[in-house]
């Protein structure tokens, strides 16, 4: 028996339908992979399955007695907790039962045989079940997943966005539930990282479902592939790269069987026009009932064209400088000290480093969302700032994407504000009901007249197409290449931590780091 079973599963959100008759079958130790483009689906399909929606039709079964666990990356955590706390607190049920074993080893030395007996059985199970690992286990999870380096004494609310999930991921990791349900379990995480979260799983006799567009991490980690595609669940065997071998093998014969059918049923449709009346007639009646009985092939999806960057010019005089002076950033200390650089206007800068380095603290800091530590930084008076935030926070969630833009720009004609010109799904949708992809397309729309831009965001490939990603799942194709080929090119210089260091570097990212390996 499958662990979960889904038959017959259709659902709309947000007025678009996303999935028709569609059904999938997970199977004890599958490792799989669920792919598609942004808005098919995909953490909806997780939402379904935990329950959290109800679908509008279909069913979606699970076996009886399995533990599932889902990563919920906006989990309420005790703030004053540290993260050594939140991490033993996946063993509470050994917990639990080492208290039970002190206690009666307690009555057992208090005279009462048949508690010795029970104390002995429970001991047996605690270490039957790992308990007497569980600190390596712990630090294990934390130093894979770069949160050893912070120390586990840290509290909770002194951690980033991006640390705090990286904490409820290491937590559902040593929960070992007997399914796990993981939602882009590679955002927050760099390359090292996210290689040691794919061996991990990898290991793992249970089953997974996780939701990805991190080619190399699907390639590493999965045996199946689920595609959410045509509001249906198609599974194809092997990693991504097998996945996009067959699923271009399919779509080739498709179209080779589309185009085919097409060319006879217009050879037929001609023979039927010249032939309606005459000593043929019967025969093109009998074509004509021929070709109204026809099954025809659907035609092949079309791919969508990346959306293009168009930036207002700048008014004359209008410049973006930003001078800083040395500034300290952090929360109660420093995580970047001493800061001296100039950005001046026509200048892309990227931030490089490990996670927890403070890329994105100084960020909130030049945006005015965290005081600087020590230092000072100034805008030149003309400059028109926009940010872009890990987390987005509408400040009315009953408001539809359109409502937003025209409000933003009334100038803009309907064609302008339409749901194409920012790729997104419009209808009569909440901005609470867009998914993160979209609210990354939105943004850039309503963003677009802006001269200085803050983005926490990174550039990772995805098969041929470059995405340019934020921390929490917000994309937007830009061109082919490699992973850094469009930050070479508009950089004209990078802050790089070195030997404790962080120092500005002049020219172009490539540059910089041949410099930087050769000394």
Request: proline share 4%; glycine share 10%; hydrophobic share 40%.
């Amino acid at each position: 028996m499958s662990l979960l079973e889904i038959t017959g599963l259709t659902h709309a959100f947000g007025g678009q339908p996303l999935f028709q008759n569609a059904a999938f079958a997970l199977h004890r130790g599958e490792h799989v992979g669920v792919v598609g483009r942004n808005g098919a689906g995909k953490s909806t399909l997780l939402k379904l399955c935990t329950g959290q929606l109800v679908p509008d039709g279909g069913r979606i079964v699970w076996q009886g007695g399995i533990r599932v666990g889902c990563l919920d990356q906006y989990a309420a955590l005790n703030p004053e907790h540290t993260m050594g706390e939140v991490l033993h607190g996946a063993f509470r049920a050994l917990y639990a039962l080492e208290r039970a074993m002190t206690e009666l080893y307690d009555r057992a030395a208090a005279g009462d045989g048949a508690a010795l007996a029970a104390a002995a059985r429970r001991q047996e199970e605690l270490e039957a079940r790992g308990f007497y690992e569980v600190d390596t286990r712990v630090e294990k999870a934390a130093a894979g997943l770069g949160l050893a380096e912070l120390g586990l004494d840290r509290p909770v609310g002194e951690l980033s966005g991006g640390q705090r999930a990286k904490l409820l991921l290491a937590r559902l990791l040593l929960e070992e539930p007997d399914v796990l349900l993981l939602d882009e379990p590679t955002n927050f995480l760099d390359q090292e990282q996210a290689a040691w979260l794919a061996d991990t799983l990898t290991g793992l006799e249970r089953a997974f479902l996780a939701v990805s567009h991190d080619a190399a991490f699907l390639n590493r980690a999965v045996t199946a592939v689920c595609a959410v595609e045509g509001r249906r669940l198609t599974k194809y065997p092997g990693n991504y790269a097998a996945y996009q071998a067959k699923k271009e093998c399919l779509e080739g014969e498709h179209l080779r069987q589309y185009t085919a059918q097409q060319r006879e049923i217009a050879r037929t449709e001609t023979y039927i026009r010249k032939n309606r009346a005459g000593r043929n007639a019967k025969m093109a009646r009998g074509r004509q009932k021929r070709l109204d009985r026809l099954e025809r092939l659907a035609a092949p999806e079309g791919r969508s064209a990346p959306p293009v960057f168009e930036f207002q010019p700048l008014p004359a005089g209008r410049t973006g400088d930003l001078e800083v002076v040395g500034l300290s950033v952090g929360y109660r200390s420093p995580v970047l000290e001493g800061l001296d650089l100039s950005v001046h206007a026509g200048q892309k800068v990227v931030l490089t480093g490990f996670n927890g380095v403070g890329k994105s603290t100084l960020l909130n800091t030049l945006a005015g969302r965290l005081p600087p530590l020590a230092g000072r930084f100034r805008f030149s008076e003309q400059a028109a700032l926009g940010y872009f935030p890990q987390a987005l926070a509408w400040t009315d969630g009953t408001r539809t994407p359109e409502e937003l833009v025209t409000g933003a720009f009334p100038a803009l004609d309907r064609q302008e504000a339409s749901p194409d010109s920012i790729n997104i799904r419009w209808g009569r949708s909440d901005l609470e009901l867009l998914e993160s992809g979209e609210e990354f397309s939105l943004c850039r729309h309503l963003e677009s007249g802006r001269e200085l831009y803050i983005l926490t965001s990174y550039l990772r490939r995805d098969g041929e197409r470059l995405w340019c990603e934020d921390s929490t799942d917000y994309r937007l194709p830009v061109l082919p290449g490699d992973p850094l080929s469009l930050v070479a090119r508009t950089s004209r210089g990078c802050l790089m931590k070195k030997n404790g260091v962080t120092g500005w570097y002049s020219g172009r990212l490539t540059d910089t780091l041949e410099k930087q390996i050769k000394q």
